[in-house]
């Protein structure tokens, strides 16, 4: 007890909340800035932590990390251009929020769930890492290929309108992710002799080009709405009130957990868990056909499943010394920096070290709470800005972003041309969203077959897939998301029937 | 007799300080006229963030106080390392821009075609030589040597399961050439980095996994795994039991390495000037504890040397590489 | 343009992206070629059901020469390409062509001016756009070239 209570007094040094300080408000701007992601915040800021004590340090990059990944959802909801890859399902209700003058709303709720889904996986962190960190290791190929299926249902729920139209963009996404070495030889596909192609089409490039430029066409070619639609109500509550959060805590409570388990999941990341919390707020929803209409539900279940992939992510790095993305695995560096070993050490040796920073995790996320509240509403006010002069800006941020990823000039053709293709198909009526699943999945989906097939060589796949307890959970899960939507309809027509009958 | 040995001693302690002394007056001579003017370019291959990034941001930092201008560092990541060669090789040689030559790039030029060649490079220095090893989990009771291991290979083919760091990597090519001199049947598992592959492991998925020396220093526990050999020309002193595949008559050597280079065409003396430099900021005590933390094994080798090591590489990898196609 | 002409047309040409690609993965070696040919084979099997129901719908329509389809399509598909959207599509692909030429700094301050210019219906109010390209420019190329050493593009100029 008087353990913990030094480790709370060592987190409130001046030195590690100033740097926890300056980290969140890096990171919120750094995410703000479509291409610019919290692995690339984390990297320019870690060779200063170097003359940092080890747990100020840590402080610094996890308020970047925290930060930015909350930032990406400033950008989704008011240009519709995620921030950063882990906000790409925040756009799908976020900017129709913005649309309708809610952006203030919308960003309240942002930060809100951030905040809750940050502090839950950082509580977590400090009180269940190990066996989280030992189920997470359980996860083998099959679990990973059934992971990435049911991520693809998703398109199932989200394209309900037009299923077939949604399919096909799926399929197109996982065509355009499978550009670049296969997983098995090496050999690098349809790269057009690009050498920037052979390691896979860039999936910040990707995401700027497929949200903003059809975005920006729109809006420049919409003469009646351009004015309308950007200069709804900016002004609104600054904090939210208790009923808001009793009646979403459903939501909170279970993005917040599917958060921390795909960010333990070394691999997966942060908008592979903002899709899945959104789809599954959504299935649990008494109104799911509202989502995607722009309601507050949808920015909460999306933004609180990224924000707890943070403290998901840490735990395996810190328990396992497996870095979840690349965000851990620059601070995993920065920690060898000072000498310190992840692992079970890391917990008893270095304690005086990495217990303050879990201390320290939670005060980053309660700092970023309160820029975000604070700071926030200011940024709404990009909303006002005639279109003629946002549309050219909103275009130069992201080539710079989509080159800042590499410097290269490439990427930003890259961009262009997932911009054409987005622009093109919300002409023919396909939505955007199964596209970028589909490049998300797609590298997970074949470099686990790949390895599923090379373990399991002579032996019946099947038997192999259907002996492992976990992954005939995930089965049973992608056969009832398939049914689920028939499910549903029945329901809701039920429904109809008997008010109709009243 | 004894005061025979002691002036004997002076004399050899003398020519060895005068030695170094004109080696040092030496290398200040070879100081090229009017170089360095401006700030130094250093493209980093790989992202920011990363072993090769960070280790060679922290080499630069103490080179720049003995070149005496800034060398700035560009990361240049992208297909595996070919995006920042590319653009390397097609700098001006002026000295002004040098970069990172990795092993990476080696394997890339047997792999497959690339924008670059080995010929349009021109070699500095090798700052890192990390050898690669095999590990297993220190509770797997089937392997208790490398023989053990290898015996297994072979009398299971394909089912001796060991995680890469991804396909093309030089853990890949180590298993492939492993396979070729022992004649086993390791079969290699590619995962996206050493971090998936070590949770693979862990988590009992594979067997076993090739990683390199510092790898293992920095990111495993005790306990946590067994090293059953290491590809060096001589045990590693942390892993005294661990033995040589070369002991075991296995003629195999095999690290990542991580060197300097220079567009083709850069001066003699620059490259000569730059290589003194750089071996001079890897002697800096400080350097050597940083990248002692960070599980980085420092060796120096100069030009024609780093320029030879290449070749040999090139060779070796291009004749697994066929056995792949 | 009806609904169904659009999909009769999408699918064609994402039928012709498939056999684009198909063609082009001739030289892929047997391994790699599997996943990328499975895929393509879906993506060719799913045009070819959008384009077979999308014929028998516009037969139906064709018949019942009544009203236009109003289907399942919620697509509210443009009325050909306003000016204003081409020309922006076009500046935004003529701007990054330049940046290797006249460098990041140039050719952002004349694709924001240009652009800006274009995009503003009256012409009006010229100095507060000219201010705002010229300060984006300067905030971008600081922030990002200096502070987050960005090795941004030089051109001719600087």
């Known amino acids: 007890m008087a353990g913990a209570l030094t480790w709370i007094l060592a987190a409130m040094s001046w030195q590690n909340l100033l740097a926890g300080f300056l980290g969140v408000v890096l990171g919120v701007i750094f995410g703000a800035l479509p291409g610019f992601t919290a692995a690339m915040g984390v990297a320019v800021l870690m060779p200063f932590t170097f003359g940092l004590s080890p747990t100020t340090g840590l402080m610094l990059l996890a308020g970047i990390f925290c930060g930015a990944i909350y930032g990406g959802s400033i950008s989704a909801i008011l240009i519709g251009t995620p921030g950063t890859p882990s906000a790409a399902a925040t756009v799908i209700d976020g900017f129709e929020m913005a649309r309708k003058g809610q952006a203030a709303d919308a960003l309240r709720e942002a930060i809100v769930a951030s905040y809750i889904g940050g502090t839950f996986s950082a509580i977590c962190l400090a009180f269940i890492a190990p066996p989280l960190a030992r189920f997470a290791l359980k996860f083998g190929p099959p679990e990973y290929l059934l992971l990435a299926i049911f991520g693809l249902t998703i398109i199932a729920s989200i394209a309900a309108k037009s299923l077939l139209k949604g399919i096909i963009a799926g399929v197109l996404g996982l065509i355009l992710g499978a550009v670049g070495m296969d997983p098995l030889l090496a050999y690098p596909r349809w790269t057009f002799g690009i050498p920037s192609l052979v390691s896979g089409v860039g999936l910040v490039p990707a995401l700027i080009g497929l949200f ?10 919409d003469p009646e709405t351009r004015i309308k639609e950007y200069s709804g109500k900016v002004s609104g509550r600054r904090w939210p009130t208790f009923k808001e959060l009793k009646e979403f805590s459903p939501i909170y409570l279970r993005s917040s957990l599917i958060g921390l388990f795909i960010g333990a999941l070394p691999g997966a990341g942060g908008s592979i868990a903002a899709f899945l919390g959104y789809n599954e707020a959504k299935r649990f929803s008494k109104h799911p056909e509202k989502f995607g209409t722009g309601i507050r539900e949808g920015v909460a279940a999306a933004e609180a499943a990224n924000n707890a992939v943070t403290g998901g992510a840490l735990i395996t790095m810190l328990t396992l010394g497996v870095p979840g993305d690349s965000v851990t695995a620059i601070m995993m560096g920065a920690l060898l920096v000072h000498g310190l070993r992840p692992g079970n050490e890391l917990f008893t040796a270095s304690a005086h070290v990495i217990y303050p920073f879990l201390v320290g995790l939670i005060i980053v996320n309660l700092m970023m709470l309160l820029v975000g509240i604070y700071a926030a509403p200011y940024a709404a006010r990009v909303t006002k800005t005639p279109v003629s002069m946002l549309a050219p800006i909103i275009v130069a941020l992201c080539v710079m972003g989509a080159y800042a990823v590499n410097n290269d000039i490439m990427d930003v053709w890259v961009m262009l041309f997932f911009g054409v293709v987005g622009y093109l198909l919300k002409c023919g009526g396909y939505i955007t969203i199964p596209i970028v699943l589909g490049v998300i999945l797609g590298p997970i989906l074949e470099s686990n077959l790949t390895r599923l097939l090379t373990i399991t060589q002579g032996q019946n796949i099947l038997m192999y897939v259907l002996s492992r307890p976990i992954s005939v959970v995930l089965l049973l899960m992608i056969i009832a998301s398939l049914a689920w939507p028939v499910i ?13 009958a009243d | 007799m004894r005061r025979g040995r002691i002036i004997t001693l002076c004399v050899v302690i003398a020519i060895m300080i005068m030695l170094s002394m004109s080696v040092l007056g030496h290398a200040a001579l070879q100081k090229p006229a009017n ?5 130094i370019h250093f493209i980093v291959t790989f992202s920011a963030g990363g072993g090769t990034d960070v280790g060679f941001r922290i080499l630069c930092q103490y080179a720049e106080k003995i070149i005496g201008v800034p060398i700035v560092v560009v990361n240049k990541p992208g297909g595996g390392g070919e995006v920042g060669m590319v653009e390397l090789v097609r700098s001006k040689p002026d000295g002004y821009t040098i970069g990172n030559f990795n092993s990476a790039h080696t394997t890339i030029l ?4 690339a924008k670059y060649s080995l010929d349009d490079v021109e070699p500095i220095c090798l700052a890192v030589s990390d ?3 095999f590990i297993v989990r220190a509770d797997d009771d089937r392997f208790k040597t490398i023989e053990d291991f290898l015996e297994y290979g072979r009398k299971h083919p394909g089912k001796l399961t060991v995680g890469t760091s991804g396909a093309g990597t030089t853990g890949h090519f180590q298993i492939l050439a492993v396979n070729k001199f022992a004649n086993t049947s390791l079969q290699p598992v590619h995962y996206g980095g050493a971090g998936e592959s070590k949770a693979a492991f862990l988590g009992k998925h594979i067997d076993a996994i090739t990683q390199t020396v510092g790898e293992i220093l920095t990111t495993f526990e005790k306990g946590q795994a067994r090293v059953l050999a290491v590809l060096a020309d001589e ?11 070369k002991e075991k008559g296995i003629d195999l050597v095999m690290a990542s390495n991580r060197g300097i280079a220079a567009p083709k065409g850069t001066p003699k003396e620059i490259i000569n000037y730059l290589a003194e430099a750089f071996k001079e900021a890897m002697q800096d005590p400080k350097y050597i504890a940083e990248m002692q933390k960070l599980g980085l094994p420092i060796k120096y080798l100069g030009p024609e040397e780093f320029r030879k090591l290449n070749q040999k590489e090139y060779e070796v990898y291009s004749a697994i590489a066929k056995e792949l196609k | 343009m009806g609904s169904s002409n659009i999909d009769i047309m999408s699918s064609l040409s994402l039928l012709a992206f498939a056999g684009l690609l198909y063609i082009l993965s001739g030289d892929f070696p047997h391994a790699a070629a599997g996943y990328p040919h499975a895929l393509l084979g879906l993506l060719a099997g799913l045009a070819i059901i959008q384009l077979a129901t999308a014929i028998v719908r516009r037969k139906r329509q064709a018949l019942s020469s009544k009203a236009p389809a109003s289907g399942d399509n919620r697509a509210a598909a443009p009325k050909g390409l306003p000016a204003r959207v081409l020309l922006t599509g076009v500046s935004i692909i003529g701007y990054v062509a330049l940046i290797p030429v006249l460098g990041y700094a140039v ?9 800006m210019w274009l995009l503003n219906p009256k012409h009006s109010v010229l100095w507060v756009y000219a201010g705002v390209a010229v300060a984006s420019t300067v905030v971008l190329y600081i922030s990002f070239g200096r502070f987050l050493s960005v090795w941004l593009p030089k051109g001719i100029l600087f």
């Open chain 2, 235 to 245: 045990r590693i002193p942390e892993f005294p039991d661990a033995p040589t595949l």
């Open chain 3, 107 to 115: 050719s952002t301050l004349v694709f924001l001016l240009g652009l």
């Open chain 1, 212 to 221: 903003s430029i059809p975005q920006v066409l729109s809006m420049v070619g």
């Open chain 2, 35 to 39: 170089y360095p003017k401006k700030p």
């Open chain 1, 488 to 500: 549903q309809l029945r329901s809701v027509t039920a429904r109809r029937i008997a008010e109709v």
């Open chain 2, 131 to 133: 050898p690669r090893l």
């Open chain 2, 110 to 113: 047997a792999l497959r075609e």
